[in-house]
């Protein structure tokens, strides 16, 4: 089977913890992890379905790796790619930025004429604006928040990987 590429980008580990899950949930051959610090553009012609997972930081930034990696990313061709994001952040600490960077990176890659799944619903978190929410109301992927809702964590990811590997699709 034609394998998965999971990019993620993480400061202090959450992000990369929630890609292990991820792995580990989908199947450990089926799912290659990469690190967003150590690729370059070619990395996504190995893959049609794609997994990136990053968090935000200072007030609706991309964390580091991606922040690095931004302008190779905007010129990459999802044409005829399938991908699904997750995102890391704080909804009441940082409730006008909550998860921007989903936003961000899933903006590029309609644009780059990808086809975005994972859309969830916005229900159950309480921040005020998120760049990742479209006009009826959804995220562009998956919300998670560690630093105050991490009891929700394994049930949300569990929840979301039925849900892509349905969208993806995959067995
Ligand atoms: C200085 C600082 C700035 C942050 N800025 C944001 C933000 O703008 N939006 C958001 O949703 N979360 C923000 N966060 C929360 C982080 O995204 C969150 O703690 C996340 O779990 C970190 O994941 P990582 O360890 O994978 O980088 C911020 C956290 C810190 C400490």
Redesign the pocket.
């Known amino acids: 089977m034609e394998k998965i590429g999971l990019f993620f980008?993480?400061?202090?580990?959450?992000?990369?913890a929630v890609a292990e899950m991820i792995q580990e949930q989908i199947g450990q051959d089926k799912v290659e992890l990469l690190d967003a610090y150590d690729i370059d553009k070619s990395d996504f012609d190995r893959y049609d379905k794609i997994i990136i997972g990053l968090?935000?930081?200072?007030?609706?930034?991309l964390?580091s790796a991606w922040d690095d990696f931004f302008e190779d990313f905007k010129e990459i061709d999802f044409s005829g790619k399938t991908i699904a994001i997750f995102?890391?952040?704080?909804?009441y600490?940082?409730s006008t930025?909550?998860?921007?960077g989903v936003g961000i990176l899933g903006k590029v890659v309609l644009e780059n004429g990808g086809k975005l799944i994972g859309y969830t619903s916005t229900e159950g978190y309480e921040h005020d604006e998120s760049k990742a929410e479209t006009e009826d109301g959804k995220f562009m992927g998956l919300a998670?928040?560690?630093?105050n809702q991490d009891e929700l964590t394994e049930e949300r990811v569990l929840d979301w990987i039925e849900q892509i590997k349905k969208e993806f699709p995959i067995e």
């Open positions: 980008g993480s400061d202090t580990g959450c992000t990369e968090s935000t930081w200072h007030d609706g930034e964390v995102g890391l952040g704080d909804q600490g940082y930025y909550f998860i921007d998670i928040d560690e630093d």
